[in-house]
């Protein structure tokens, strides 16, 4: 889904495919390393992605550690080396760092972890949306920033992919805990029931079922609404947002 946000960023900005198509490439080289090093058994432990054994258990911990490094490395490599012009390569660079290190993807994980570790004594709302902003919602913002950026688009229209984003970012989250709790392990291709099993803290644990659907409802539908002021051309992110908060997978 991310590197399609980049895409469909670039063209709702007036911008190509092609152009955008590095940038698409690096977040989701990003996108995978946070998935390998989210499996691993220091983190959340997990033995299934995407339908198939996670990296760790088919090649070990660590050649599973090197190949998320690698991936790092290797976004940057190709933002810096594949963007132009240079000014737009450093943009972009700076925007995924910043929505892959401490202050969001990385120090999103390093949350979801200390709030496993307080058990039953689950946060308020707010900190729990404050951790997905972070760990889920940060990179889909960038993948749109991206997009933007190498489209050559205004501070206003990046304002509104923003918006756009942070919206999505969370109702994607909301949808992936309810998949936890109702979703089929075939259909999502990773274990399911386990984040009650560790006693993780999710939305439809703070909220209960019917509420974070409605919750991921009102996000979508608020996105949709943002998107209106790009035009026609914003008509397939809006598509998108409704497929977020209805998929099984």
Do not use: W
């Not at 698409?24 to 995407?50: G, T, W």
């Not at 991206?146 to 992919?161: M, W």
């Not at 560790?198 to 979508?220: I, M, N, Y």
Request: with cysteine.
């Amino acid at each position: 889904m991310r590197p399609q946000l980049v895409l469909m960023a670039a063209e709702a900005c007036g911008g190509k495919t092609d152009v955008a198509m590095p940038a698409a490439v690096a977040v989701e080289m990003v996108h995978a390393y946070s998935l390998v090093h989210d499996d691993l058994p220091a983190m959340d432990d997990d033995d299934l992605r995407r339908g198939r054994p996670t990296c760790h258990k088919v090649f070990g911990e660590a050649v599973a550690i090197l190949v998320g490094d690698a991936l790092l490395a290797r976004a940057f490599e190709i933002l810096a080396t594949e963007v132009r012009p240079a000014e737009r390569a450093a943009q972009c660079c700076a925007v995924l760092g910043r929505a892959a290190g401490a202050t969001a993807l990385v120090g999103g994980q390093a949350a979801d972890l200390a709030g496993e570790l307080v058990g039953r004594n689950v946060p308020p709302l707010e900190q729990l949306e404050a951790v997905h902003r972070r760990k889920t919602a940060a990179l889909i913002v960038a993948s749109l920033e991206l997009g933007g950026i190498v489209a050559g688009a205004t501070e206003r229209q990046l304002d509104v992919l923003r918006s756009y984003g942070a919206k999505v970012g969370l109702a994607f989250q909301i949808t992936d805990d309810l998949l936890d709790v109702n979703g089929s392990q075939n259909a999502v291709g990773k274990r399911v029931a386990k984040d009650a099993e560790r006693g993780k803290l999710t939305f439809p644990q703070r909220l209960g079922v019917d509420e974070s659907r409605r919750r991921a409802a009102a996000l979508v539908r608020e996105a949709c609404g943002i998107m209106e002021s790009l035009g026609p051309a914003a008509e397939p992110l809006q598509a998108l947002a409704r497929f977020v908060a209805s998929r099984s997978r």
